[in-house]
């Protein structure tokens, strides 16, 4: 069965599609089969891997508002070990145009369920609302990733997110769990960004006995530094490993996947196979080329 990610904040400008687009390319480099579904009807994760929701016949908007179309005709391929189910603008109207539908919320999940065993990995980028775009990737999901910038929330901020995170988990699917917080554009020398990395810590730490849906969240590593060609590579439809594969943010995300990997294979219940079990005790190595070569 597939392991479901939503990256979600009801922010913009996090770096929601960013993450969402070369984690699921980090993840399919290493040998998962992926699949990233654009739920945002800005439809940013679409371009990002050089396609276009109008010329997609079948799209996330179809597999919502029509009972007939089936998630097999939604896949497309956008590289090795990596499909993407799209999204066109059309999305926005999904919302009003499904408000008399009673399992409105779970209608991607049901439909996915049919495909679910040929992906390791799912990777869904949220819009930044929490309307029923989003409901139906929490229906959906394993986990949730929270991307943010360090010095964009103060630690009150942060709480405050998660509870509403928290709150909207427990009210579609009471097994979801806040799992990673992404930090995107990072810039470590400063001494907020390490204020508010330490806070956060704290935060998590102590979050661990309560009964929360972020009591197993954690920090991910690394944090993801800024860099121009993460900002650029959108605009050649490619995600950092086709356009650089040798920039800090390909190598960033790469790292960011490893981490993620390793936590899976360590952690409790969840299994995914992991990539790199030839070398068990040997720390994986983030060398860009080999990440590329893959993908
Ligand atoms: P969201 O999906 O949350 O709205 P995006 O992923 O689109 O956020 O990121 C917002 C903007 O910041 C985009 O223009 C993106 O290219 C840019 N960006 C994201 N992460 C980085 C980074 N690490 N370095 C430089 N620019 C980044
Ligand atoms: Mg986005």
Known sequence: MARVIAMLNQKGGVGKTTSAVNLAAAFAARGLRTCMIDLDPQAHMTLHVGLDGEEVDCTVYDILVDPDRSIDEAIVSVDERLDAIVAETDLAAAESELAEQSDRQDI??????????RFDVVMIDCPPSLGLLTLNALAMADEVFVPMQAHFLAL??????LETVGLVCRSVNPALEVTGVVLCMHEKQTNLAR????DLDTFFTESRDSNVPWRH??????PIRRNIKLAEAPSFGQTIFQYDSACRGATDYAALADDVLAQWNDGPPKDVESPTDAEPDKPVEHDPAEISGGA
Do not use: S, Y
Request: one cysteine or more; a positive charge; proline letters at 4%.
């Open 108 to 117: 991607l999940a049901r439909k996915f369920a049919a495909v679910a065993d």
């Open 156 to 161: 009150q901020g942060v709480g405050k997110l």
């Open 217 to 222: 969240c954690r920090v991910l590593q690394p």
């Open 195 to 198: 204020e508010v990395v330490d």
